[in-house]
């Protein structure tokens, strides 16, 4: 947590003040915006129900909607047509993905239903998104056959061999198979048992074994799940039959086959790890089989045995054999044969334990253990060499749809991409030497890391450039001990402490240096007009079209527009991201870590304070810049993020 990049200074806040308040006068404009065109897509075309019609409307990636109107049209083959009109709260896919929406069919399409246990429809759908103005979006789609069935029964046989390791997955195939929204196909045990040591023979008759969605009504998975098979070795055999159960007490169907099928359960068995070198918060894959989860009256965990060989000189070898191995449990069990565990630590007050606290090799053995409540079985273990690396800081850059909208608001909504481009450019270029990495998709080969949200709009209302609002229990995080930093979204410890809730990075608030749109503010720049005045509709100018991308008249003034917008956007967000990682660092920090945030002595250095930071700096324009970081906090990053 530390202080902004705040765009207001002295006499030039309350000028800025009062021009923002006369901001009403842009209404028009907005009334008279275009409606972007989407494309609905209907995933299912077979509907019971209890289903639930996902209408995915691609194309709306940068829409901000608060409400989705639907029409639905019908034509019954050999019936009648039929028309329904919903409203409906749009959704999105995590917060930067497409919008969808959600039709409960429940309630909007089998009142209109035929009274026959299967029949056909021809079908339409129109939709419009809309937020507090009017209508930003529109699509539609003609022509869908989809088939209605009341009561379906699942159809499945087995395809390929039966699993011989608990929690190991049987394939189905056939027809049928229920999705999550909409119930649960049961597979129940007729006849069968499970004999096992510890725990001898058990009768499993009236079990009831989910079959799980895997992605298609085709197709199937039936678990031997930890809860009813057990967890230890030995052997099984079982007979079920299968039914449908809606959600919702909506009834309940049984299929027409059986299935039989059984054998042996060997020991669990961890036999590979990867990456085989990896720093703290760093997600490893085990690959092995039998493996398992945490769950009622069952689980597992890994027992790391061996030594620990620090890579400082001098640090003393650490034990970890006998009475001293390390024992954790499973983070995540994708399957029975692969579970991905993080090279763990905890900060402990203003230090790190935990195997990925220190640097160094440990050599030795991970070896699975299953328990349930006939006791312990210890599986067979992975043996080796794994390299606890040096911290690596990594960063998503998360692109809110408000950042696609401000850009739109420069006119340069149609080269976002080549903006983005140039921000990573930058970053990379600035934390050259560091062990920091910077994404535009959530990782997924890290548990720990920072995100910045990418946005539009201030949500204070402060005008400020950008926030980092993290606080993890004091405001400078000297030595990274955390590195899950959130800058966005609202923290209510920065709101405590500096008076701002939100963090991120606030693109509309850079139009702060037009000297039109802020007349008599010092801060402004002619060179910010010039840059951005031939596009920016609010100062007359016009907006990229996607045929000038790359070429046309105004090729040279599109690359300079972009190249200035990536570079002050760009600096805003490193800087932001220096603050969480403990800057502007001062040598008393590490004992007690201050409130000190910017250089007391600014000389074109990226943690200066805000007022000491030019628009011209920032973009790089008339000899400024580029920015960068201090000899003090150059050094102290290079120490908490050492390249490998």
Not at 262 to 279: F, K, M
Not at 332 to 351: A, N, P
Not at 549 to 559: F, K, S, T
Request: proline fraction near 6%; glycine fraction near 12%; hydrophobic fraction near 40%.
């Amino acid at each position: 947590m530390a202080s902004s990049s705040v765009w207001a200074l002295g006499a030039a806040t309350t000028m800025f003040l009062v021009f923002a308040g006369c901001s009403g006068e842009d209404a028009p404009a907005e009334q008279a915006r275009p409606v972007v065109g989407v494309t609905p897509e209907l995933e299912q075309r077979l509907v019971v129900p209890t289903s639930q019609l996902k209408l995915e409307l691609i194309g709306s990636e940068r829409i901000v909607a608060d409400q989705a109107r639907v029409t639905l049209r019908g034509e019954i083959e050999g019936g009648e047509r039929f028309e329904v009109s919903l409203s409906a709260e749009p959704q999105r896919r995590g917060d930067v993905g497409a919008v969808y929406v959600i039709i409960d069919a429940q309630q909007w399409l089998w009142p209109r239903a035929p009274e026959a246990p299967e029949w056909f429809a021809l079908m339409s759908v129109e939709v419009s998104l809309r937020d507090e103005v009017g209508e930003v979006a529109r699509g539609e789609f003609a022509g869908a056959r989809m088939r209605f069935v009341r009561s379906p029964g699942p159809q499945l046989s087995v395809d390929g061999e039966a699993p011989t390791f608990v929690n190991g997955s049987l394939r189905l195939e056939g027809h049928g198979v229920l999705r999550p929204e909409e119930g649960q196909t049961w597979a129940v045990i007729e006849q069968g048992f499970v004999e096992a040591t510890p725990g001898g023979r058990r009768d499993l008759v009236g079990e009831r074994l989910p079959v799980r969605w895997s992605g298609s009504r085709e197709r199937a998975e039936l678990r031997l799940e930890p809860a009813i098979f057990g967890v230890h070795p030995g052997a099984y055999e079982v007979r079920v039959r299968l039914e449908n159960e809606l959600r919702g007490e909506a009834g309940t169907t049984r299929g027409q086959s059986e299935l039989e099928f059984g054998g042996a359960l060997q020991p669990t068995l961890l036999a590979s790890l990867e990456p085989v070198a990896a720093s703290r918060g760093q997600i490893v894959t085990m690959r092995g089989r039998g493996l398992l989860g945490a769950g009622q009256g069952y689980g597992m965990i890994l027992r790391y045995e061996g030594i620990f060989e620090p890579a400082a000189p001098g640090a003393p070898q650490m034990s970890f054999e006998g009475s001293r191995a390390l024992e954790r449990a499973v983070d995540e069990v994708r399957s029975d044969e692969l579970l991905r565990q993080e090279v763990w630590y905890s900060v402990e007050g203003r230090t790190l334990e935990g195997l990925g606290a220190t640097p160094g090799v440990f050599e030795g053995s991970i070896t699975p253990i299953v328990f349930d409540s006939a006791g312990e079985s210890v599986g067979v273990g992975w043996q080796g060499r794994f390299e606890v690396l040096p911290t690596r800081q990594v960063v998503w850059l998360k692109y809110l749809p408000a950042f696609s909208r401000a850009l739109d608001t420069f006119g340069l909504g149609n080269v976002e991409r080549e903006i983005r481009d140039r921000i990573l450019e930058v970053a990379r270029r600035d934390f050259a030497g560091v062990n920091i990495v910077f994404v535009e998709d959530e990782p997924e080969d890290f548990s720990d890391y920072a995100v910045v949200e990418m946005g539009g709009p201030d949500p204070s209302g402060n005008r400020a450039f950008g926030y980092d609002n993290t606080f993890n229990d004091q405001a400078k995080d000297t030595g990274n001990l955390y590195l899950n930093d959130y800058l966005g979204g609202i923290n209510r410890q920065s709101g405590e402490s500096f008076n701002v809730l939100f963090g991120g990075v606030f693109v509309e608030s850079f139009t702060y240096f037009s000297p039109t749109l802020t007349p008599g503010n010092r801060d402004a720049s002619e060179h910010f007009d010039r840059v951005f005045g031939p596009f920016m509709p609010g100062l007359g100018g016009e907006a990229v079209r996607g045929s000038e991308v790359g070429r046309g008249p105004r090729l040279v003034q599109i690359e300079e527009a972009v190249r200035v917008a990536g570079n002050v956007i760009g600096n805003t967000m490193v800087h932001e991201i220096g603050h969480s990682l403990g800057l502007t660092h001062l040598p008393g920090d590490w004992e007690a870590p201050g409130t000190i945030f910017h250089n007391a002595e600014p000389g074109g250095f990226i943690m200066d304070a805000g007022s000491e930071r030019s628009f011209e700096q920032r973009a790089e324009l008339d000899g400024e810049g580029p920015a960068v970081f201090n000899p003090q906090n150059s050094a102290y990053l290079r120490e908490i993020l050492p390249l490998n």
